[in-house]
């Protein structure tokens, strides 16, 4: 190619793609410092590097703008000098010159290179001694790669000592012209070989991984890499066939796998791009990231692994061609670089030797870098900073050094058997965060406590619903005559009653009976369904039910003995009021607990009163209740055991126990009251439930006075901020599963700052006391700190298992290996953890595809299986889906059997008489075929948006004011636009929780007294609006007659303005607890 004095070539794909990653700021060079030892010349130096540029033209590029194109074109100007400075550094000692050719490879204060006009390099000659120089040269990476700069000091080697041959070079320009037109070849054999192999190699593969303790970086943050040395094994094994790089390739792969849990692991491994002779010696960027996938069995040896990673290097080495990243691809965020340093030249009694060199034209979060010189290596951790602080990284060379000297003294090991930790370190994890040794009362049963406080402070206020209180004394009396009745009915230990009773001060009545007269009580919710609530019975084998009249309907049949309170009263009257005789022992079951069951049956968690008795000691310390008096508040159903936090602590303790209706803890504005009559110390409530709660600055007027225990789902630092702000109480985050006993870690904002290492939500915190909390990996062993594995429970609070289910019970409760006790067992939660350098434990997720809804617990195989007993349905997926507001919702997407495909309508309805409200898919999606992976496992990216469903419905507009701002309503809770009034907000995807917010809305706009049962009943817009309307006019409602009488005569437009300022002068979101 000729050189004229300008030229506009095409960009190579490599050029593209880094021309998108170039800020100002960043670090996207090639940089090279040469030791000169010798006699030597600074003007011949600089004629050198002065013809080797004017023989490579990529040396002389700039790129250049112009109007209507993305990319610049490359400018190759006839004359572009390089800047060219010296510097003496003869009169400071070694050290001191060392530091500063340090600080100048740097540079950090050079103004990023002008690409447009240039120079592209700039040259510094140091002086060291009379016979010693360091020159250091730097380059746009644009136009320069590792490999370039080798190139680069050898012809200046060769050029000054006039050993350079005049033979034409290979000139950047071609090699961009001919890799474009290669990846353009439609019709080209190998082209679309090579371009299947890359689709085919990462078709099942997720290139994120995500290293421990990661940081969300600035939006536009420069890249500037920062960099640690790590030791190098003393002993590599015999084997390496003298790649060294290989076994330090296999080792940063096989970390990534046991950092991050994932199986499949891509990482990008670096190479030069110079597989074809021609451009062996060319100069420009060449360099491209190859990504190396490798799906991790722990059971292979490393050796195994490292000889598959490198069959698969050479493999992908040989396609290189056809991988071309682009504008729109990103870097893998953790890549392998292997460089060689070459060898000294020498000639005239001056030697050349590259003494450090470093390139940057990938964007890495983290790379390894290996850099061979000889028979020896060195290694360096290189990080982006804007996404790992300096001790995380030092984490990751740790974890890599145990790894690398394990593989290096036994490469036959599985890779799983591999240590990644010191022995302080696994001390650190297994046993000091475990520290939880505290007294308690374990040789008594929970009753027993609340006897205690029942003869200690008999006219204490004990209990409280609504306006009616009951003392201690009252309680226990109460409590007392129902179970002696129990004792007659065959309810002995371990024998399991039924509760079907709504919140309320019966329900705790029931409770206490039960437990008194030595069985153990299991919830059944009363608008559960009749076949749910079937099972059960039928699996606890109870004698007896507890309930009310009103429930009598909701209930199957039962031939054992039913007791309503409200009926069978002067029965009750007639029993004694004493304490029965103590016939359990702590080991017995205190209540049986359902929760969702992947098998599509629902398991019966059994609790015992020592698992009971332990934590309810440990939190009501916690809150310091015994030391004073506390009132604590439950808004939680019993049949989650969510609510058990406030009603344990408080009836052992001494505390007043308040149960809040339902209708009270759905509305801000009841609550609120509520509390101002009565007031709260102590409040355990979900976040969704809080979140609604606070919709407005005035609803932190109905926060406790001295703790707010946050738990059921995981808890925003927004929601701490706003609770913070109010500056009324403590906040604790509370987490446990039913089967370590309602909860087994606690966190108080107060005493703990983890702001160092950002975690995306507040943490789960430590152990309580007798429990222990270990990180593991999938064969149970323990992990670093930092690094996602499996949450595992132990200590007193494990539960006895699930009730009449030994396989299942085998599964999750395990032997526990960490335990001197041959008896102890581990409960493996399935949630996804890690530690935290504090010892407090953040919650990152499922490692299975269970999920919380509104604070229950829901596994998606359980509905899967009730939808596949549908005639209509043939394969049916349930996944979670978060909506706008963040919060957990559920999707079924099916194939029907048979034409017409099953309605929505039908298919919850189906489901209505079989599964709980929170159970049911908010939308239900027919799809002609599930799309599949390649290797046939559902694939949930490629699933289509459950809201294309709602826009292909025959919408009905409103044809009324009323109709109008109920619409407008229901657009605001739900987060849909394409609505009509006769849309049913269940099948729109709303539940109790929304409903409460919708009631609250309708009150606040139409200031009417609707009951939350009005949406129930009249599920559609219009339905309400009737509802609304059939609203007596009295006295009290003069309002909503101004506001109706106002919005007659109006225009459509009028009255949605008039609407509009209702609303938001006085809209009242509240919502629900759990149901």
């Not at 095409?10 to 030791?35: G, I």
């Not at 600089?46 to 400018?75: N, S």
């Not at 009737?1026 to 003069?1038: F, G, L, N, V």
Request: a negative charge.
């Amino acid at each position: 190619m000729s050189q004229s004095t300008t030229a506009g070539f095409q960009l190579s794909p490599q050029q593209k793609h880094l021309w998108m990653l170039e800020t100002e700021e960043s670090a996207f060079h090639a940089t090279v410092a040469v030791l000169l030892e010798g006699k030597l010349k600074a003007e011949d130096l600089q004629v050198a590097l002065k013809t080797v540029i004017a023989r490579h033209e990529i040396l002389r590029t700039t790129f250049e703008r112009r109007p209507g194109m993305k990319f610049p074109v490359q400018v190759v100007n006839q004359n572009l000098a390089p800047t060219w400075q010296e510097s003496d550094l003869r009169s400071l000692s070694s050290e001191q010159q060392n530091a500063r050719v340090e600080e100048l490879f740097q540079n950090k204060k050079q103004p990023a290179f002008a690409l447009d006009r240039g120079p592209i390099l700039h040259a510094m000659l140091v002086a060291l001694g009379e016979d010693k120089h360091v020159l250091i040269v730097r380059l746009a990476s644009l136009c320069a790669d590792t490999a370039s700069l080798h190139n680069l000091v050898r012809e200046i080697a060769d050029c000054y000592t006039s050993q350079s041959a005049n033979e034409e070079v290979f000139q950047y320009a071609d090699f961009s012209a001919w890799h474009n037109e290669l990846l353009q070849q439609q019709g080209d054999a190998d082209a679309k070989s090579g371009t299947q192999y890359w689709r085919d190699l990462l078709a099942d593969f997720v290139s994120t991984v995500k290293l421990p303790f990661e940081m969300k970086p600035a939006e536009g943050a420069a890249f500037q890499p920062q960099s640690i040395a790590i030791e190098v094994p003393a002993r590599l094994p015999a084997n390496l066939a003298g790649d060294p790089a290989a076994f330090f390739a296999a080792c940063w792969q096989t970390l990534q796998w046991r950092l991050t849990g994932q199986t499949g692991i891509v990482v990008g491994h670096i190479c030069d791009g110079r597989n074809h002779e021609e451009v062996a010696g060319a100069m420009g960027l060449f360099t491209k990231s190859l990504p190396i996938p490798y799906e991790f069995d722990g059971n292979r040896s490393f050796a195994a692994v490292m000889q598959e990673l490198q069959n698969a290097k050479s493999s992908a080495y040989q396609q290189q061609d056809y991988l071309a990243p682009d504008e729109t691809t990103q870097d893998l965020p953790v890549s392998f670089l292997a460089e060689e340093m070459p060898a000294e030249r020498s000639a005239d009694g001056l030697s050349f030797s590259i003494v450090k060199q470093e390139s940057n034209s990938q964007r890495f979060r983290m790379q390894l870098r290996c850099v061979s010189a000889g028979d020896s290596s060195t290694l360096e951790l290189r990080y982006d900073p804007q996404y790992y602080s300096h001790s995380a990284a030092e984490r990751v060379t740790g974890a890599l050094a145990g790894l690398m000297t394990s593989a290096a003294q036994k490469p036959g090991s599985a890779i799983a058997d591999l240590e990644i930790m010191s022995p302080a370190e696994r001390q650190r994890v297994v046993a000091e965060f475990n520290r939880t040794a505290a007294d308690y009362p374990g040789d008594k049963c929970v009753h027993y406590l609340f006897e205690e406080q029942a003869a200690k402070l008999p006219r204490q206020p004990a209990l409280r619903f609504g306006e009616n209180s009951l003392t201690y004394a009252e309680l226990n009396a109460r409590a007392n005559q129902l179970a002696h009745l129990l004792r007659g009915c065959g309810v002995k230990p371990d024998v399991v009653v039924g509760l079907c009773l709504d919140r309320s001060a019966e329900m705790i009545i029931a409770l206490l009976g039960i437990l008194k007269a030595g069985g153990a009580y299991v919830p059944l919710i009363p608008d559960n369904p009749k076949a749910r609530l079937a099972h059960q019975i039928s699996e606890t084998k109870s004698p007896a039910l507890i309930t009310e009249k009103k429930y009598l309907g909701n209930l199957p049949e039962f031939s054992g003995k039913t007791i309503c309170l409200d009926r069978d009263d002067k029965m009750l009257a007639q029993q004694p009021e004493e304490n029965p005789e103590h016939i359990n022992t702590p080991q017995n079951t205190v209540y049986v607990i359902y929760t969702s069951g992947s098998t599509g049956v629902p398991k019966g968690v059994a609790v015992s009163h020592s698992n009971l008795v332990n934590y309810a000691r440990f939190m009501a310390r916690k809150v310091n209740a015994g030391a004073e008096l506390l009132n604590f508040a439950t808004v939680s159903t019993l049949g989650a055991d969510l609510g058990n936090t406030a009603i344990f602590p408080s009836l052992i303790s001494g505390g007043c126990l308040h149960v809040i209706a339902y209708e009270t803890a759905m509305a801000r504005n009841l609550f609120t009251e509520y509390v101002q009559r009565h007031p709260v110390d102590v409040l355990k409530i979900t976040p969704s439930h809080l979140n609604s709660l606070l919709a407005s600055p005035e609803g932190t007027s109905l926060l406790p006075r001295k703790y707010l225990i946050l738990g059921g789902e995981a808890a925003s630092w927004d929601l701490a901020r706003r609770v913070e702000a109010a500056g009324t109480c403590a906040i604790m985050n509370h987490y446990g599963p039913t089967e370590a006993t309602v909860g087994c870690c606690t966190f108080s904002l107060a005493e703990n700052d983890v702001s160092a290492w950002a975690p995306a939500t507040i943490p789960i915190g430590r152990p309580i006391a007798n429990d222990h909390v270990y990180i593991l990996d999938q064969y149970l062993r323990p992990v670093a700190v930092g690094v996602p594995g499996e949450l595992c429970i132990g200590g007193t609070g494990i539960a006895k298992g699930y009730l009449n289910q030994p396989q299942q019970t085998g599964e999750r409760f395990v032997k526990d290996p960490f335990s001197n006790d041959a008896n102890a067992r581990l409960y493996r939660t399935g949630d996804l953890a890690r530690f935290l350098p504090d010892g407090n434990v953040e919650f990152l997720g499922r490692i299975d595809q269970q999920v919380k809804i509104r604070g229950f617990r829901v596994e998606p195989a359980e509905i899967e299986t009730v939808l596949k007993k549908h005639p209509g349905v043939q394969q049916v997926v349930v996944v979670p889906q978060e909506d706008k507001a963040g919060d957990k919702r559920l999707v079924a997407y099916l194939i029907a059997s048979k034409k017409p495909v099953p309605s929505t309508e039908e298919l919850r309805s189906f489901l209505d008489d079989r599964l709980p409200e929170y159970m049911i898919p908010w939308a239900f999606v027919n799809l002609e075929t599930l799309p599949l992976t390649r290797n046939g496992k559902v694939d949930a990216s490629a699933l289509p948006s459950p809201e294309q469903v709602v826009t292909e419905r025959i919408v009905i507009a409103p044809r009324n004011p009323v109709e109008q701002g109920l619409l407008d309503i229901w657009r605001q809770v739900l987060q849909l636009d394409h609505l009509g009034v006769q849309d049913n907000f269940f099948d729109l995807g709303g539940h109790s929780l929304l409903a409460t917010q919708v009631i609250s809305r309708v009150r606040s706009t139409f200031r009417v007294q609707l009951p939350l049962r009005s949406l129930f009943d009249s599920p559609t817009v219009a339905g309400l609006a009737d509802e609304i309307a059939r609203i007596p006019q009295t006295s009290e409602d003069e309002d909503v007659a101004k506001l109706l009488r106002e919005l007659e005569g109006l225009s459509d437009e009028e009255a949605e303005r008039l609407l509009a300022n209702e609303l938001q002068n006085g809209t009242d979101s509240s919502d629900s607890g759990n149901r």
